[in-house]
């Protein structure tokens, strides 16, 4: 940069907006701690009673003072938790066995209708959120299915499969294909060819897409709000409910807790990004 | 030989992805585009008769009645529509300089920075629209310290508004205008940037003439991802908008959930799918013509 000003002025923005980008997350972890029950933007002290009453280990109570009330939203947000790692896990496992094989096959093959696949599969993540929850929304009750964990998993599995088929697609084009080419050469077959030699190589870009799945299925909230059963609450759903209720503090405790687990995930994703395992 | 081996094995590859988006995508978008063509019930239901006035009361004429016509509908689908342009420019105009920023720090700072930049992405969408609302509430933080510090006499109303909802978007979109601008803004050729000053032209020449039109793949694809996911957009404008600040995308919420209209939330979902198709092709045709010339 010619002129020195001109850097400082741009440092000086720029550092601004990392203040705007992180500023709400530490307001909410602040207040987290605030006793002030009633207004909780004025400091009243520290205190960690949100935080003991999700796990209803607490008596004090915000507003109207209703231990009973706390005790069941607490077991509420826990089974909502609950639902949400299962729909994770089941999401995450099938939409990564699908994203996977769609990436090798489109990577690996030459084969008409190729470049068809490689634009339809960017249209479930394009789509807006709204639009693929309501068409699943009537496409299951039209065909009479309950609504329930499973129409939740299904209905993340239409999106997240794209988004790992993206990430493993990225990883193989990074590969050298001499590899494959050598172990086809020394007379393995071609489906050992992908299980031995591809898929190893293939690891990071997987585990990748896995966690990008995981995390993007955790936190869904648009699609699951659609196709939730009555009692399949997840936790953004959850959370959207009490926000839509009113605010409570132990929402920002909760909240506290997201964006601590978030961090943990982001740098694990960080970590396996960066290692090298080639 | 190995021709019919490869083809089972592609077929075994291909088959999971072509069932389950073939059944569980394309179908319902199909179904959606029928109902959209159907009769509302009286009591929250469909009769299968085909009826076109779900796209009629859209547009303004409300079951078929020509002379009552009133646009409301309409009205909230182009402040959808200037919600998302609002929504482009800002994050456009905040992002721009920091990914210049960004890209011009020593190695060891600039992957610090773009992990603060992702980091925002893994967190919860609805945690950090709490803190919007925790914020700019009457009461909020917001107020309060301008309150304290004397600058305005009573609570500012920015919750509830328009502003929220654009400030709301802008805040939860801003990594996907980012990391696109910052990949063609890293790719910057400099030597021409050095070239362009040194032949005379000045600062703004040289942003016009040569940075701007370097860098317009990533401004681009970063408008386009962050314009398609604002305009169906219901969340925001549920937890900070209010009735002043209601989009298209709470209207089909609606009239799934609380209405029970399906046709006319189906029709309405319609409109949605056809605003985002038509900027992904113009998108992909800018892109292909773009490489064409190249």
């Known amino acids: 940069m010619r002129n020195p000003w001109g850097w400082i002025a741009l440092t000086g923005f720029s550092l601004l907006f990392f203040a705007f980008i992180y500023a709400p997350l530490l307001v909410i972890i602040g207040y987290s701690f605030n006793a002030n029950p009633v207004n909780m933007m004025i400091w009243e002290g520290f205190t960690l009673d949100w935080y003991a009453g999700l796990f209803g280990l607490s008596d004090r109570a915000t507003g109207v003072g209703n231990r009973a009330a706390y005790i069941e939203s607490t077991d509420q947000m826990l089974a909502a938790l609950r639902t949400s790692l299962t729909v994770a896990v089941f999401t995450t496992t099938i939409s990564t066995v699908i ?6 096959a489109l990577a690996r093959y030459r084969f008409r209708g190729r470049g068809f696949y490689n634009g339809f599969l960017m249209l479930p993540m394009m789509m807006p ?32 499969t794209s988004y790992v088929f993206i990430i493993v697609q990225a990883r193989i084009a990074g590969l050298d294909p001499a590899l494959e080419e050598a172990s086809a050469d020394l ?10 030699v591809l898929l190893p190589q293939l690891a990071p870009g997987i585990m990748g897409g896995a966690l990008l799945a995981f995390v993007i299925s955790m936190d869904d909230l648009v699609i699951t709000y659609f196709i939730s059963g009555v009692g399949d609450t997840t936790l953004p759903v959850f959370i959207f409910g009490m926000i839509r209720r009113g605010v409570k503090p132990e929402i920002n405790a909760i909240a506290t807790l997201i964006i601590l687990a978030s961090v943990i995930i982001a740098a694990l994703g960080l970590w396996l990004r960066s290692r090298k395992t080639d | 030989m190995a021709l019919r081996r490869q083809s089972v094995i592609l077929g075994a590859l291909l088959a999971p992805v ?27 239901g469909v009769e299968w008769a085909f ?6 009361r859209i547009f303004g004429w409300a079951d078929g009645i020509i002379e009552l016509y009133e646009p409301i509908y309409l009205r909230i689908l182009l402040r959808s529509l200037t919600f998302a342009a609002l929504t482009v420019i800002v994050t456009l105009i905040l992002c ?3 990914a210049f920023w960004v890209s011009r720090l020593p190695d060891r700072w600039r992957l610090a920075f773009l992990f603060l930049i992702t980091l925002p992405f893994f967190s919860s969408l609805i945690v950090r629209l709490y803190a919007w609302l925790l914020i700019l509430k009457p009461t909020g933080l917001f107020n309060s310290v301008l309150l304290k510090l ?21 805040y939860v979109m801003i990594p996907f205008m980012f990391l696109p601008l910052y990949a063609s803004v890293d790719n910057l050729d400099r030597a021409q940037v050095e070239a362009s000053l040194d032949l005379g032209a000045n600062r703004v020449q040289t942003f016009v003439k040569v940075v701007v039109p370097q860098t317009l793949p990533g401004i681009l694809g970063g408008a386009v991802i962050v314009f398609i996911p604002s305009v169906g957009n219901f969340i925001v404008p549920d937890v900070l908008g209010g009735a002043k600040g209601l989009m298209v995308g709470n ?11 399906w046709p006319f939330g189906s029709a309405l979902s319609m409109i949605i799918m056809a605003v985002v198709l038509t900027v992904l092709l113009i998108a992909v045709a800018r892109a292909r013509k773009g490489s064409g010339n190249a």
């Open chain 1, 99 to 104: 994203g996977t094989a769609t990436a090798i």
């Open chain 1, 129 to 160: 959120d709204i639009v693929l929850g309501i068409g699943l929304l009537i496409f299951f009750v039209t065909l009479g299915m309950q609504l329930s964990l499973v129409t939740i998993i299904i209905g993340h599995c239409t999106f997240l």
């Open chain 1, 187 to 196: 007379g393995a077959s071609e489906w050992t060819t992908l299980r031995k």
């Open chain 2, 18 to 44: 072509t069932l389950f988006l073939g059944v569980f995508f394309v179908l319902p978008l199909l179904i959606i585009a029928v109902f959209s063509f159907l009769t509302p019930g009286l009591y929250g």
């Open chain 2, 51 to 56: 009826y076109h006035w779900n796209y009629g």
């Open chain 2, 96 to 98: 721009y300089p920091v």
């Open chain 2, 150 to 170: 004397g600058l305005i006499g009573q609570p500012l109303e920015i919750l509830y508004t328009p502003t929220a909802v654009v400030l709301g978007m802008v």
């Open chain 2, 251 to 261: 209207l089909v919420e609606q009239q799934f959930l609380s209405s029970r209209n």
